[in-house]
């Protein structure tokens, strides 16, 4: 798969804190993550993995703390939404729309040039070209996960987000995936990608590890121990 | 994007899904349906006792089955978290309200359009003659009806109790605007039929001051 995409974003938690009611989800978190670079995030569940992808996105304000996205720094908030893209644990699309047609209405709201050939592009590209005029509700988890992918993909985001990506994916399914992971990387995309795959997760080039909001372990990929035990 | 832009964009999204599903459009019309049918029933009025319930009863059965359809429109935004996907487009917040709005607004007046000339015959009041000025009343309470609900069913969407909830929250900011609405009929399905000024103009009015608010509390609105 061929991705051109323009400068990434990077982006930098500083002392990141997040409560909902009396759980505290994300504890004085410190992070920075720079433009083009692939991540995996690991971690129990409850751990703040979601929290953490979902305040990357603008998604979740911060109780305490700041984040700042590297490489945006003269932009509005609306220009740097624009240039995030997310892959969560639900697919955020509308079940009773047509891929092609939950794609134009995605490419529409962000006012995206030639949509339609844009949105024929991207279903080719993630495989589901010949599925385009059926309704997302119709389709399986796989194919779900596939449209996501393509709703993320459709604004050539610089900062890319997946939560769980491999989920109910397939053998080929993960093959593909893959394959997409690291044409975007490839293509200069910074990725930060949550996940209990460990095959996905070779891809990236550094490893997190979160345990009850706190940051546990930072590593370069190469030196980070695969074992289960230590990532779950 | 422009604000028109995006709000059309939802528009058009929100009527697609709803022409498909027929989701909210069956629960007002089988809401309103059983309201006329079983009070006209029941009470077998006389054209002067129609006259005199009549306007209560039309808004009484607008509002709840208003109430009903609106619960839903966020709900439908929470079962693949598209609303999520709306928040992280790069456009104005006030789009998402201002499309769904738009959308409640159009269902709710197809309903009244439908439901108008039912209403005359089973209550055997002739509202030809007023049918023009009736329905813009309708509307401008049905537009602040669809405002002040879509706000309230985006805050409550999450809320446990959303069905309590709703109803509770709406009839006192809403009763400006449902106190003009029956008066306006009333005098309209009098027996000299006429509208008085103040009560449009508190129905403008309030359509007004709502709109504003939610256009300057919408970014807080559609927060997490």
């Known amino acids: 798969m061929n991705f051109a995409l323009p400068t990434s974003l990077g982006v930098e938690f500083d002392r990141v804190e997040k409560r909902y009611g009396g759980l505290r989800a994300l504890r004085r978190l410190s992070l920075s993550i720079a433009p083009g670079e692939f991540v995996a995030l690991f971690g129990p569940n409850g751990s703040g993995k ?12 911060p109780t305490s703390g700041k984040v700042r996205h590297i490489g945006a720094e003269n932009l509005s908030p609306v220009d740097v939404r624009r240039r995030i893209g997310l892959v969560a644990h639900k697919a955020l699309v509308y079940d009773e729309l047509s891929a092609r ?8 709201l962000y006012a995206l040039d030639n949509a339609e050939e844009r949105v024929g592009r991207v279903l080719g590209a993630v495989g589901l070209a010949h599925r385009a005029g059926d309704a997302a509700g119709t389709f399986s988890r796989g194919m779900r996960q596939r449209l996501a992918i393509a709703r993320a993909l459709i604004s050539e985001p610089r900062l890319l987000l997946f939560d769980e990506p491999a989920t109910g994916l397939d053998r080929q399914g993960r093959e593909w995936l893959e394959q997409t992971l690291t044409g975007l990387h490839e ?12 095959s996905v997760a070779s891809l990236a080039g550094r490893s997190i590890w979160l345990r009850a909001g706190r940051l546990e372990r930072d590593t370069a990929a190469a030196d980070a121990p695969l074992e289960r035990g230590v990532r779950q | 994007m422009s604000l028109t832009r995006s709000t059309g964009a939802v528009l058009a999204k929100e009527l697609k899904i709803e022409l498909r599903t027929h989701d909210l459009t069956n629960t007002v019309l089988f809401f309103v349906l059983m309201v006329a049918g079983l009070f006209s029933f029941a009470f077998s009025p006389t054209v002067q006792e129609s006259r005199r319930i009549l306007p209560g009863l039309i808004w009484l059965a607008f509002f709840f089955a208003g109430t009903l359809m609106l619960q839903l429109c966020f709900v439908r935004e929470q079962v693949n978290d598209t609303l999520a996907a709306l928040r992280l487009a ?14 409640n607004f159009l269902f709710l007046v197809v309903t009244e359009i439908v439901f108008v000339p039912i209403f005359s015959v089973f209550y055997n009041v002739n509202v030809w003659p007023v049918m023009g000025q009736l329905l813009l009343v309708l509307f401008l309470g049905t537009f602040g009806l669809s405002v002040v609900g879509t706000v309230f069913s985006a805050m409550t969407a999450q809320a446990r109790m959303r069905e309590l909830l709703l109803p509770l929250l709406l009839l006192p900011v809403l009763a400006p605007v449902l106190i003009a609405g029956v008066e306006a009929t009333s005098e309209l399905l009098g027996a000299h039929p006429g509208i008085g000024r103040e009560w449009l103009s508190m129905l403008g009015g309030f359509d007004v001051i709502y709109v504003t608010a939610t256009w300057l509390l919408s970014g807080f609105l559609v927060e997490e």
Request: proline fraction near 4%; hydrophobic fraction near 55%; charge should be negative.
């Open chain 1, 50 to 61: 979601t929290t953490l992808l979902r305040m990357a996105a603008l998604l979740v304000q």
């Open chain 1, 101 to 108: 047609e939950n794609l134009s209405f995605f490419a529409k």
């Open chain 1, 187 to 198: 293509a200069g995309a910074t990725l930060i990608m949550s996940t209990h795959d460990d």
């Open chain 2, 90 to 103: 790069p456009i104005d917040p006030s789009a998402i309200l201002f499309g769904k709005i738009l959308a």
